[in-house]
C-alpha cells in the first residue's frame, strides 16, 4: 500500500472538492452558509463577482466582488468566470483562478450560486458536489420574501416566480437539504462535505 | 410543493439505502460495525447465511445463519441470495427477502461482506453505497491477524494473500474510510451513511 492509499480525509495533500450550494431566494442561504463556515474546517467561500447594487449591510471584496457591467464583460470574455447568470438584472459569476488556488490549497471551495449557474458547473466541472436547499414549504418562503425589507413588493413576485422555476429543477442537483431548522441543515451540509472528502475519485470507470 | 419535498432525511416513508461495508480480514471491520450500529438510527445489520464453523463467541441468528452446505446450495439454487461467495473454504451469503423488508422499513441495511460479494453486489444493486474499510498501513493489518488466538499461522498467511488481493480492488468502491482510530472511522461512517439519505434520487438523468 502506497502513502495515498493511506491518506485520510484530512490530508492536506487532498485536493479540496467543488461544492455547489443553490436554493430559491429567500431560503435562508446566507444564515445556513455562515454557519456552515464557521464550523467547518477546511471549507472556504468562494466570492463572486456581481454587478448588483450592495447591500447596506454588505461589504465589497468580502460578500462580493463588485463590479460594473463593463469590468463584468471583460472578465467574462477573457474566460475568468466559472459560469455565470442574470438574475433580477443584474449578472454574478464565479472568479474561476480563486477557486483553482484554493482547491489545489487542499481546502474545499463553497460556491452560493443561482440554479442557471448551477447548472453551467454540471457541465464544465462534473466533479462538483451539488446541493439544493430546499424550503420546508412554498408557503414558508412566501413570507420570508415578504419580510425583507430591503425588497419592493414587485421584486418579492418576481423572485417568488423565479422561485417555482428553481424548484422543479432540483434533479440537477446529487444532493437536497430541507432548511427547517438551521442547525439541522448545516449538520446535513457538514455530513455531505465530510462525506465527499471520503469519495475514491476513479480517473476510470 | 408536494409532500416528497418536504421529507427530511429522517421521514419514515423514505426506502432505506443498501451500505456494504467490505474490508481485508483484520482491519477491524467488528468492532467498526458494533459501535456503528449503536450510535446509527434506521441503520440495521443484515445478517449472512454462512457454511463456515461457529466461533465459540458467535450466536446462531445474531452473528450469522449458520446453514449446512447442502442448505446454502438450495437458497442459492431458489434465487434468495443477493450475493454470495465462497471465502477460506466457507460459502457466505445474504438473504435477500430480509434486506429488501428492511428498505421497505424505511431501515437503511448495512451489509459487512468480502470483496468479492461487493462486487456482486454492485452489478446486481447499482444504487447500493459501497464503502472500504482500509488500514492504516499493510503492516498494522499483519500485526492485528497475527495476534488473533482464532488463526492458524497457515490461515494468517492465507487471509494475508487474500487481503492484498482486497486492497487492490477498492477502487470498486464509491468511498474509502481508514480504521486508524475506530471513534474516526465510525464518525466518517455516518457522515457517508446519513449524506447518502440526503441523496436526490433520479430514476432517469
Same mark, same amino acid.
Given at each position: ?25 429567500? /431560503? ?23 454587478? &448588483? ?42 472568479? &474561476?483562478?480563486?477557486? &483553482? ?46 419580510? &425583507? ?11 417568488? /416566480? ?14 437536497? /437539504? ?28
Amino acid at each position: 500500500m502506497n502513502q495515498q492509499v493511506n491518506c485520510s480525509a484530512t490530508c492536506s495533500q487532498r485536493q479540496g472538492n467543488l461544492i455547489v450550494l443553490s436554493g430559491p431566494s429567500g /431560503v435562508g442561504k446566507g444564515t445556513v452558509v455562515a454557519q456552515l463556515l464557521e464550523q467547518t474546517p477546511h471549507l472556504l467561500r468562494s466570492i463572486s463577482v456581481t454587478t &448588483r447594487q450592495k447591500r447596506n449591510s454588505e461589504l465589497d471584496c468580502i460578500d462580493y466582488f463588485f463590479l460594473t457591467k463593463e469590468q463584468f464583460s471583460q472578465s467574462r470574455a477573457s474566460g475568468e468566470l466559472l459560469e455565470w447568470a442574470e438574475y433580477a438584472g443584474a449578472f454574478y459569476g464565479t472568479p &474561476r483562478s480563486f477557486v &483553482r488556488q484554493q482547491q489545489q490549497d487542499g481546502n474545499d471551495v463553497l460556491l452560493v450560486i443561482e440554479v442557471a449557474g448551477a447548472r453551467q458547473i454540471a457541465q464544465l466541472a462534473p466533479e462538483a458536489v451539488l446541493i439544493f436547499l430546499s424550503p420546508p414549504s412554498f408557503e414558508a418562503l412566501e413570507s420570508r420574501l415578504a419580510g &425583507r425589507a430591503t425588497e419592493q413588493p414587485e421584486q418579492v413576485a418576481s423572485r417568488l /416566480v423565479k422561485a417555482k422555476e428553481e424548484i422543479s429543477q432540483k434533479e440537477l442537483f446529487a444532493y437536497e /437539504v430541507v432548511n427547517d431548522i438551521v442547525e439541522i441543515a448545516v449538520n446535513n451540509l457538514q455530513h455531505i462535505i465530510y462525506s465527499e472528502r471520503l469519495k475514491i475519485r476513479q480517473p476510470i470507470r
